[in-house]
Structure formats: C-alpha cells, structure tokens
C-alpha cells in the first residue's frame, strides 16, 4: 500500500501534537493491532521487514549484553518455521558529530549465533539523495533460500530516520513526503509486511511510525505484545510507585498515573522530588530552595526545574491528596562535596539521597506492607528510575540500599516491575533478577505507555491496520 504524502503528514501531526489524538487507552490501542499469528496464512518465501530491538551492545558471550535480541528469537523463528524470509532492521545508539554511527555487524553476528544460523549485514542500502532503497538490497533477498533471514545496517546512519524528531510544525509536509518516499521505497524492494518486535523503539524514528504505513500486513511481534499484554497492563493497577530521575517530563507521567486513582503510596528522588518539595512547601506556606535546579542560569541544563513545573508539582499534590495518595519525599541530601544536609542553599546541588532519606524509605515500605498485609497478591508496584547520579560511587548509596526494599517487597508477595533504563541497570547492579517479578527492557517505552501521552509505534500501527 503506498503511503500518499497526506497520510503520512496526518501521523506526523498526530506524533508531533499538532494534531488531536483519539483519546484511547492502551488497551485499546492492543486491541485494534493484529499479533504474530495473524500471518499464519502467509505463503513460504513471504519477504517480512521486522523493526527489530537491535539496540544492544553484544558482550563476548550469549547472555551478556543481548537481552533485546534473545526477546526478538521467538519471533523470527516462527518466521523461519514459515519458511519467510526477514529483513530485520533498527537502530544502535545516535548519530553524533564528529562520530561514526555504531554498526550492527556485532548485532548479526550475535543473532546468528541465537538462531544456529547464519544472518548476513546487508551494508549500504539506501541512497540518501532519493531516500530510496538500492537495487543490490532486492537481488540479494531474491536469491536467498526461505528461512533466510539478514539485518540491514544501522538505519540511523540515514537522516531520513530521526528526520520527524526535531521538525517544526511547518516543516512537516515536507519531511512527511520524503518519509513517505523511504516508506514506499521498503516496501517495492524489501518487503510489504512488517512485523514490530523493537519494544524500546519508543523515539518518532521513521523506521518506527511511518513505514508500516507502507504495508500490507502489519503486526506486533510475541515477546513486544505480551510484554503489553501482561505486564504493563498489570503495572496500570499499581498502588505503590517509587519514581525518580533528572527529566522534569516524568512528571507528566507521574500525573497521568495519579489521575487513574489507583495509587496509595508514592515514594520519590531526584528532580521529580525536587519539584514536589517546592510545591509542598509551597501549599504550606513555607519556602524550599531548590538550589541550582531552579537558577534560571541554569535553564540549559538536564536538571533545570522551571516555574511551570513547579506549578505542575503543586497540582499533583493537591490532586493526589485528595484521592488519598501519601507522597513519600527526600528529608536530606548528599552534595558534591559529600556532605550531608537538609536544606540547600542557592548554589547547592544534591546527587544522592541522605541517611535519613533512606532510613524513611525503608520505614515508609514497612508502613505499606503492615497496611496491606493479606492483600499482598492483589498489590502491584512500579519502580522507576535512580536515586541519584549512581554511576559514581560516591552518590550511589540511596540507589543501592533501595535495590534491597524491591526484594523487600517481592518476599512479602507483591507483585514488583521495574520499568527498565536506569532502574534496571541498577537492579542488575546491585540485586538479582529474582528479586522483582519482571524488569522491562524499556524504560521510555513503559513510561509512555502508562504515562500522558502514547506509544508512537502503536500509534502508527494502529492507522496501518486500520488503514490495510
């Protein structure tokens, strides 16, 4: 199915917020995309394009580092069962200045090695100057046997790719043709099915939102859907959440999740903390410095918390008090410097949690499980994000002794997810697997997923079904 201009444009518009979106539920935007079964009927030697989660950066052996590729196995061997041939492609790491794009020769290598067979890096396959697929890409699918299956080389090597991430509202149409151009070009040389299996791939990369539009078929590929089906679909009733980090955004996540009115308890660090301090003492007529975090000097910056989200903060507040929600916040704060304090001054920046902190998170835990002792099988809890800068060992200490409260409250038989990113690094820092019930591979995507705004790839398969 060729994708006209115009329906490209009209995703673009709904991706960017130009444009009204349907209000659905996550629910319901599972219910209106076909699954890996729906191919069933498809012919031996079908050519499938899978957007794969192939960013991973491979370790010497299998299970180190490829994580996202040993959830893709389950899918393209069902391909291979088949007798398809699949095309798999994705993204590893950005394009930086100055830096060559990562290559996803290790990826293949990798994938071959978890499919006891041999996968082919198909390198050089787009001409950026039409956006169109090269020839050799076609002859090359052409001659393979069915069950082959290949990787194309990063496709973020190509500006075509991230060319939705920072466009204006008027540059849309035109980038939304030459997408439409790429899409088409994938589906006459590549393939006219597709298959998403890329659960991370949660940026507006056109590989991501405006090619299935070009298909015939779409679906989404068994580990992403179930991951959709059960476990986030469970994280939606939670009532315990521990949420943090540096991206003031989060916070339009945190709110959406407040507004369902299933959460009891909140425990929060971080930037996201930061802004509810401000805000509490706000409404109690009090003041909280911020310390850098609110220097207007400081307005470039990753932590920056402007006026507007302070406002935010005092809203959420408000509202969750109401609903009955026991916020949790920081009571001190490790510096710099390593010292401990309770308030910041103006120039002071806080990069852990205190004792104190610590010791009130630990307690406010044994508070929620005596609360909902004999409901503990019914109870779910989200965590999501660090402490503080935990790479370094000096500030790492709020974010290691937490790691211990999870499996606090996975003995005591709640349910317990981690939403991926930096919550899963540090669990597989400092804990066990086992010491949760599940830890996603995707930390942006969950976010996006229970949070404010949609999944972009959902978004888009949903208009390819719809559309097909």
Same mark, same amino acid.
């Given at each position: 199915?060729?994708?006209?201009?115009?329906?490209?444009?009209? /995703?673009?518009?709904?991706? @960017?917020?130009?444009?009204?979106?349907?209000?659905? !539920?996550?629910?319901?935007?599972?219910?209106?995309?076909?699954?890996?079964?729906?191919?069933?009927?498809?012919?031996?030697?079908?050519?499938?394009?899978? =957007?794969?989660?192939?960013?991973? $950066?491979?370790?010497?052996?299998?299970?180190?580092?490829?994580?996202?590729?040993?959830?893709?196995?389950?899918?393209?061997?069902?391909?291979?069962?088949?007798?398809?041939?699949?095309?798999?492609?994705?993204?590893?790491? =950005?394009?930086? $200045?100055?830096?060559?794009?990562?290559?996803?020769?290790?990826?293949?290598?990798?994938?071959?090695?978890?499919?006891?067979?041999?996968?082919? /890096?198909?390198?050089?396959?787009?001409?950026?100057?039409?956006?169109?697929? @090269?020839?050799?890409?076609?002859?090359?699918?052409?001659?393979?046997?069915?069950?082959?299956?290949?990787?194309?080389?990063?496709?973020?090597?190509?500006?075509?790719?991230?060319? /939705?991430?920072?466009? &204006?509202?008027?540059?849309?149409?035109?980038?939304?043709?030459?997408?439409?151009?790429?899409?088409?070009?994938?589906?006459? @040389?590549?393939?006219?099915?597709?298959?998403?299996?890329?659960? !991370?791939?949660?940026?507006?990369?056109?590989? !991501?939102?405006?090619?299935?539009?070009?298909?015939? =078929?779409?679906?989404?590929?068994?580990?992403?859907?179930?991951?959709?089906?059960?476990?986030?679909?469970?994280?939606?009733?939670?009532?315990?959440?521990?949420? !943090?980090?540096? $991206?003031?955004?989060?916070?339009?996540?945190?709110?959406?999740?407040?507004?369902?009115? &299933?959460? &009891?308890?909140?425990?929060?660090?971080?930037?996201?903390?930061?802004?509810?301090?401000?805000?509490?003492?706000?409404?109690?007529?009090?003041?909280?410095?911020?310390?850098?975090?609110?220097?207007?000097?400081?307005?470039? @910056?990753?932590?920056?918390?402007?006026?507007?989200?302070?406002?935010?903060?005092?809203?959420?507040?408000?509202?969750? &008090?109401?609903?009955?929600?026991?916020?949790?916040?920081?009571?001190?704060?490790?510096?710099?410097?390593?010292?401990?304090?309770?308030?910041?001054?103006?120039?002071?920046?806080?990069?852990?949690?205190?004792?104190?902190?610590?010791?009130?998170?630990?307690?406010?835990?044994?508070?929620?499980?005596? $609360?909902?002792?004999?409901?503990?099988?019914?109870?779910?809890?989200?965590?999501?994000?660090?402490?503080?800068?935990?790479?370094?060992?000096?500030?790492?200490?709020?974010?290691?002794?937490?790691?211990?409260? /999870?499996? =606090?409250?996975?003995?005591?038989?709640?349910?317990?997810?981690?939403?991926?990113?930096?919550?899963?690094?540090?669990?597989?820092?400092?804990?066990?697997?086992?010491?949760?019930?599940?830890?996603?591979?995707?930390?942006?995507?969950?976010?996006?997923?229970?949070?404010?705004?949609?999944?972009?790839?959902?978004?888009?398969?949903?208009?390819?079904?719809?559309?097909?």
């Amino acid at each position: 199915m060729a994708v006209t201009a115009e329906r490209a444009f009209r /995703l673009c518009q709904l991706l @960017k917020g130009v444009a009204t979106r349907e209000q659905l !539920s996550l629910a319901d935007y599972l219910q209106s995309i076909p699954k890996l079964d729906s191919l069933e009927d498809l012919p031996a030697g079908t050519t499938v394009l899978i =957007r794969g989660d192939v960013d991973a $950066k491979v370790g010497a052996e299998v299970g180190q580092g490829d994580i996202r590729l040993r959830s893709m196995v389950e899918t393209i061997k069902f391909g291979q069962e088949k007798g398809f041939k699949q095309v798999i492609f994705g993204h590893l790491g =950005r394009k930086e $200045k100055d830096k060559p794009i990562g290559s996803l020769a290790k990826v293949a290598t990798r994938l071959g090695k978890l499919l006891g067979s041999e996968v082919p /890096l198909i390198e050089d396959w787009l001409d950026e100057s039409t956006n169109t697929v @090269k020839d050799h890409v076609q002859q090359t699918i052409g001659a393979a046997p069915n069950g082959s299956v290949f990787v194309l080389q990063n496709v973020r090597g190509y500006d075509i790719e991230t060319a /939705l991430w920072k466009a &204006k509202p008027d540059a849309l149409a035109a980038v939304a043709a030459k997408q439409a151009t790429f899409a088409d070009s994938l589906a006459e @040389k590549v393939a006219q099915v597709y298959v998403n299996e890329a659960l !991370s791939a949660g940026s507006l990369d056109a590989s !991501s939102t405006i090619v299935p539009l070009a298909m015939n =078929r779409v679906a989404l590929g068994k580990y992403t859907a179930r991951e959709f089906e059960g476990p986030m679909m469970e994280c939606m009733q939670a009532q315990f959440v521990v949420f !943090s980090g540096i $991206k003031i955004d989060k916070l339009d996540d945190l709110e959406a999740m407040i507004n369902r009115g &299933k959460i &009891k308890t909140i425990i929060s660090a971080g930037s996201l903390a930061m802004a509810l301090k401000k805000a509490e003492a706000l409404v109690a007529g009090k003041e909280f410095n911020l310390g850098v975090t609110e220097d207007p000097a400081h307005a470039d @910056k990753p932590y920056y918390i402007p006026p507007d989200r302070i406002e935010q903060a005092r809203r959420m507040l408000l509202a969750g &008090k109401k609903q009955g929600i026991e916020f949790v916040l920081p009571c001190d704060f490790v510096l710099a410097d390593a010292s401990v304090v309770e308030t910041l001054k103006p120039g002071d920046q806080q990069f852990d949690i205190g004792p104190k902190t610590i010791a009130l998170f630990s307690q406010k835990i044994g508070d929620f499980l005596t $609360k909902h002792k004999g409901q503990e099988s019914t109870t779910v809890a989200f965590h999501n994000g660090v402490f503080g800068m935990f790479e370094d060992p000096r500030f790492e200490a709020g974010t290691k002794a937490f790691i211990g409260q /999870l499996k =606090r409250l996975t003995d005591a038989g709640i349910k317990v997810y981690v939403g991926g990113g930096e919550g899963g690094t540090a669990l597989e820092r400092y804990g066990q697997p086992n010491w949760v019930t599940h830890c996603f591979t995707a930390g942006g995507t969950v976010l996006n997923a229970l949070g404010s705004e949609p999944v972009p790839y959902l978004v888009a398969l949903r208009m390819a079904a719809q559309d097909a």
